[in-house]
């Protein structure tokens, strides 16, 4: 998966890097159709200190993208959280998926008892 980083008002440290990776390997073992995901740290000084950083993930995937974003008053909980959002994300559209295959088996198998009754 490609990831693509961007920062604003926001000094990129390799701790916060190494973070940001982390979360996202996670990520790819959920979804590994995954096509690339785009992470933006944001520092706003106007705001008061309480949810001053936010961060935001786009996550290409076939299909439509996943979206969150979260802010907070600390960088590294704000990427916490935003991760947890895609995390939902990604395992909603994959029992959305399983259950759409189930529901077509069980309707076939039902025919098949009714036709053989």
Do not use: W
């Not at 693509?4 to 159709?33: G, Q």
């Not at 990604?90 to 009754?117: D, F, L, P, V």
């Amino acid at each position: 998966m490609k990831l693509i980083l961007s920062t604003h008002n926001v000094t990129l440290t390799k701790a916060i890097e190494d973070h940001i990776l982390s979360r996202i390997d996670k990520l790819e073992h959920f979804d590994r159709f995954a096509i690339n995901a785009r992470v933006t740290l944001e520092h706003d000084h106007t705001k008061v200190t309480e949810r001053a950083f936010s961060c935001s993930i786009r996550l290409a995937v076939p299909g439509p993208d996943l979206f969150a974003e979260d802010s907070e008053s600390d960088l590294y909980a704000a990427i916490d959280v935003v991760s947890k959002k895609i995390e939902q994300q990604i395992r909603k559209r994959h029992n959305k998926y399983k259950a759409r295959k189930h529901t077509e088996a069980s309707s076939s198998k039902r025919k098949r008892q009714e036709a053989g009754i």
